[in-house]
Every structure is written in C-alpha cells, then in structure tokens.
C-alpha cells in the first residue's frame, strides 16, 4: 500500500502545485491514499470549503489543520458536512467538526487518519496523548483498521518525537506538521512505525515559512509591525513524506521525503519505480 502525506498548503503557491502535480503522482504512481494538511490554504490563514474541495478534487482523501483550522469563519460551518475535514482532536468538547474519521483507501484498505495537537508552545488544550489513546484504543491497527495515520501538528520536535515513541508499533505514520520546514529524520522506527519531525510545506520555499521575506524581516530588525503576513508569491514546491505499507500488518515498509517543483532539490522515493 502506497500513502502520501503532504505538508502545509501555505497561499496561491501552494495551492497551484497541488493542483498542477497531485493528479499525476497519483495516477502514475498508484497513490492509494493521500493527506495533505491545509490550514495555511486561504491567504496563510485557513482554509475555506471552496479550496478544500479543490484540494480533494486534486487527489487528497483527507485534509487535515491546525492552530488556523478555523481563521476562516465559514470553517465553523462547513466542518460538520464535510466528513474528510479533520480539526486537531484536542480542541474543546463542542468544537465543530470532527478530529479523526475513518476512510476508505483506493486499495480498498480502512485507514484511520488523527489530526492531533500539541500543547509545548501552542495554545493551552486537552492533553494529546490521552485523546491519541482514546482514538486509537477504539479503532486498533489489525483489527477495524488495515493502516493509521497521525497528523501531530506542533512547535516542539520534542513532543513529537514522544507521540512517535508512545505509539510505534500501533500507528503506521506520526507525521510532525506546523513549522514548514521538511526535517532530515525520516524514518522506521523499531515497531514499524514510520515518522518525521516535520514534512515540510507546499508553497514557496524563497520565503520566511512560505510568508512574503520582506514584512518578517522587518518585524525581527524593528520589532514593529507595518503590514499583515501574506503568502510569498513565487513558484511552489509539493513536499512531504511517502510511506510504503506492509497490508498484511499495517506498518511501514519503507519511507523517504518527496519534494517536487519550486525552490528544494527534487526528490521522488527510490520505492515509487
């Protein structure tokens, strides 16, 4: 079984290289299940339905958030019509919309996805390793799924790391998102478990985090703010992990980054053929 997780959409630049390369991987490929977190899709800030659609649209089974799930205020709405709209578990009981669902991958496999925040330099919520537990306790590898994938949106590479270890052998994938910057641990932990830090961002990489250079600059010489952030403008890079998985127990086989297009070295996985 083939999956791909895909890091932040960050603005336009990130949005067109989804639309303009997904399709292809997944066909010429034989892409069995891809995620990609979108929380950064609107302007930076967010997403709205009509982006999310168009993300699905391009290839994506499910789209996962954040901190910004909900910049877009249309989000509070739509979050609960749109079953392959995941918002951190963690957030408050009566939060709209739901943190992990289960889906059904193009192999025909049942792949649990749970997008979970941290709380090290984040936003103070429900702690995320109990709410981990709670999801996956009740919907184990080997049994009601055939994969499962963890979305660990956080600052921390601590904190990660320590949701990696927690789960390894009970998880196919912990995958780090929020920092857009693709780090160089990837790998296969002792379990079977596949992880990396970060996978990095869709969006312009000739940028501070896939924002315009010229207001962070500014803001750390003066410490003054003059404009909002917007999304850098130039070309965009698709990037994130690629997993190879073992169908008959749900652990990885195989794992390696993906970048294509825009400012990073293009890499595909040697496992891709």
Request: charged share 20%; aromatic share 6%; net charge negative.
């Amino acid at each position: 079984m083939r999956l791909l997780f895909l890091g932040d959409i960050v603005g336009r630049p990130g949005r067109a290289v989804v639309a303009d390369r997904l399709p292809a991987l997944v066909e010429r490929h034989r892409l069995d299940f891809v995620v990609i977190n979108g929380e950064n899709a609107a302007g930076g800030f967010g997403i709205t339905e009509e982006i999310l659609q168009d993300v699905l649209d391009a290839g994506a089974d499910v789209v996962t958030t954040g901190n910004h799930a909900f910049d877009q205020r249309e989000a509070l709405v739509f979050a609960e019509r749109q079953p392959r709209f995941l918002r951190p578990v963690n957030f408050p009981s009566g939060t709209p919309g739901r943190g992990a669902n289960l889906f059904v991958a193009r192999n025909g496999a049942r792949v649990l996805v749970v997008n979970v925040m941290g709380r090290v330099f984040m936003d103070a919520l429900d702690d995320p390793f109990a709410a981990l537990e709670r999801e996956i306790s009740a919907c184990p590898l080997g049994e009601q799924a055939d994969a499962i994938v963890v979305d660990f949106h956080a600052e921390a590479t601590s904190e990660k790391q320590a949701a990696a270890h927690y789960l390894d052998g009970r998880v196919t994938l912990v995958v780090g998102t929020h920092t857009h910057v693709p780090t160089a641990d990837h790998r296969i932990l002792p379990g079977g478990t596949a992880y990396q830090s970060d996978a990095g961002m869709c969006g312009d990489y000739d940028s501070v985090l896939g924002m315009d250079k010229e207001e962070p600059v500014r803001r750390f010489l003066t410490k003054i703010p003059s404009a909002r952030f917007s999304p850098a403008s130039g070309s965009g890079t698709l990037c994130g992990l690629a997993v190879e998985i073992d169908e008959s127990s749900g652990l990885a086989l195989a794992v390696a980054p993906v970048s294509i297009g825009g400012a990073l070295e293009q890499r595909l996985p040697p496992f891709w053929g």
